[in-house]
C-alpha cells in the first residue's frame, strides 16, 4: 500500500484559497469576506488571512461597503480584479487559426483569428504560424503587467493526456508530439480535444466570473456550475463532450465524447475514420454540403460552403431540406443513445447547428424525448450554447486559467 501524502500547512492554505477563487467565480454578486466564511465553511479569521493573500496579490478587489441591515456594520465585499492574471487560449482548426487572452473575469484581453484553408498543411507549418501570431501579444500583455499562468490548445483531434496528437483526420494528421514545439513548452500549453474546450466555455463560472464572456441573449440559468450536459460540437466533423457536475469527462485516455463516430446506420456512408455509418457522414458540415450538392473534396470543408448550404435550406430548396432533414434524425439519434449511456438529460447544440436556433433545440427536445429510457420521467432539454463565437478557443483560455484557480499559491508565491 502507497503511504499517504501529508498535508502541511502551504497545502491547506493552498487549497482554501482555490475553494474561495471558486466560491467568488461561481456567484453572481460580490461577496463579503463574512459571507464567503458562511459560504465556504472557513472561520471568519482564516477567510480575512485569505482575503488579504487576495487582495495584496491582485486577485480581487474591494467593492464599495454595504449596510444590510441597520444596526449592522456596513460588509465590504470582495470581487474577482480585472488584470494581472491572464490565461491564453490557442487554436488550430481546419478553417484557420488563432489565439485569445481573458482575464480571470472573463474580459476579453487580446484576441486574433486568421481565416484559412489549412487542409494539406503540415503541423510544423501551423504551428510557426499560430507562434509567429501569438509571439508579439504575450511580449505585449507581459509588458503591460499581466502573469499568464497558463495556456489552453484546442484541436480537432484525439489529444493523450501525454500530450500527443494521435489523429486529425479533417486536418490529415497523425501521431504528432505536441511536445516537440518551442511554443507549447514556453506557454505551457495542455492541449485537448476543441469539443472538450468548447464544453468548458459553456459552464458558468468555471475558470471566469459567472457570466463573463457569455453570449447575452444565452440563458445562463439554464446550466448550473457544477451540472451535467452533453455538448455537441458541428463544424467539419462533429465532436462531442460529456460534462459531469461541472467538469469534463474525459475517459481514462482522454477520448471519451466523440459522438461524431457513433454508428447511426449499418449500411450508410463511408466515414473519413473509415467506419461506416457515422453521425459525422450524415451531420457533419463537410458530408452535408457534399449531399446537397454544393461543393465536394476540399471545397466542401469551405465555411462559406455551410453558409450557402443554410440560405439554400432557408429559401427551401429540396436538397438541402432533404439534407438537414436527413442530418437531424441522424443527430436525434446519436445523442439519444449517448444520453442513455451517460444518464443525463440536458444537450447543448454548438456549431454549425446554432444558427437554426431555438426552433431546431425544440425540435431536437422532441424527437430525443421520445426514444431515450425514462423519456417521459426525465426533463430532456436541447439548448443552444451560452458562448457561441469560438467556444473552443474561449474553453482554451480557460484552462489556462484554471491552473491558476488549482494552485494559487504556485504563482502568488513567485510574486
Known amino acids: 500500500m502507497a503511504a499517504l501524502r501529508r498535508i502541511n500547512q502551504e497545502d491547506l492554505r493552498n487549497h482554501n484559497l482555490s475553494v474561495v477563487l471558486d466560491t467568488l467565480l461561481q456567484s453572481r454578486v460580490p461577496l463579503s469576506r463574512a459571507d464567503l466564511a458562511k459560504t465556504t465553511g472557513l472561520t471568519k479569521a482564516t477567510m480575512s488571512l485569505l482575503g488579504s493573500i487576495l487582495l495584496d496579490n491582485r486577485v480581487v478587489v474591494e467593492r464599495d461597503p454595504s449596510v444590510q441591515n441597520t444596526y449592522g456594520r456596513p460588509s465590504t465585499p470582495l470581487a474577482i480584479a480585472p488584470g494581472t492574471w491572464a490565461g491564453v487560449g490557442l487554436q488550430i482548426n481546419t478553417d484557420g487559426y488563432g489565439y485569445i487572452v481573458l482575464d480571470l473575469t472573463g474580459r476579453t484581453v487580446a484576441q486574433e483569428w486568421v481565416s484559412e484553408n489549412l487542409n494539406g498543411t503540415s503541423p510544423r507549418d501551423a504551428f510557426d504560424r499560430l507562434d509567429a501570431l501569438v509571439g508579439p501579444t504575450e511580449r505585449q500583455i507581459t509588458s503591460m503587467g499581466y502573469h499568464i499562468v497558463g495556456t489552453g490548445l484546442a484541436l480537432p483531434g484525439l489529444v493523450t493526456d501525454d500530450q500527443r496528437l494521435l489523429s486529425a483526420p479533417n486536418l ?114 463537410r458530408a452535408m454540403v457534399e449531399a446537397a450538392g454544393i461543393a465536394d473534396r476540399d471545397d466542401a470543408a469551405r465555411a462559406g460552403a455551410a453558409i450557402e ?107
Open 172 to 285: 490529415d494528421w497523425g501521431m504528432v508530439d505536441l511536445q516537440e514545439f518551442a511554443m507549447t513548452e514556453r506557454l505551457r500549453v495542455v492541449a485537448g480535444n476543441e469539443a472538450n474546450m468548447a464544453a468548458l466555455a459553456q459552464i458558468p463560472g468555471y475558470a471566469t466570473c459567472r457570466g463573463g464572456g457569455h453570449d447575452p441573449e444565452g440563458d445562463e440559468a439554464s446550466l448550473e456550475t457544477n451540472g451535467s450536459f452533453l455538448y455537441v460540437s458541428t463544424d467539419v466533423g462533429i465532436g462531442g463532450a460529456m460534462v459531469r457536475d461541472g467538469r469534463v469527462v474525459t475517459g481514462d485516455h482522454g477520448f471519451s465524447g466523440e459522438i461524431g463516430h457513433v454508428s447511426v446506420s449499418l449500411d450508410g456512408p463511408v466515414c473519413r475514420c473509415g467506419r461506416v455509418g457515422c453521425l459525422e457522414a450524415y451531420a457533419g458540415r
Open 309 to 415: 448550404l443554410y440560405e439554400r435550406w432557408r429559401k427551401g430548396d429540396d436538397a438541402a431540406v432533404r439534407t438537414i432533414a436527413r442530418a437531424v434524425e441522424a443527430l436525434a439519434s446519436a445523442i439519444a443513445s449517448t444520453l442513455n449511456l451517460m444518464d443525463a438529460q440536458t444537450v447543448v447544440l454548438g456549431g454549425f447547428w446554432q444558427q437554426f436556433g431555438d426552433e431546431l433545440a425544440d425540435r431536437l427536445t422532441r424527437m430525443v424525448a421520445s426514444q431515450i429510457l425514462a423519456g417521459d420521467e426525465l426533463d430532456v432539454r436541447v439548448l443552444m450554447p451560452l458562448v457561441r463565437e469560438r467556444p473552443a478557443l474561449r474553453g482554451a483560455a480557460e484552462v489556462g486559467l484554471r491552473r491558476f484557480i488549482d494552485n494559487p499559491l504556485g504563482y502568488i508565491a513567485g510574486e
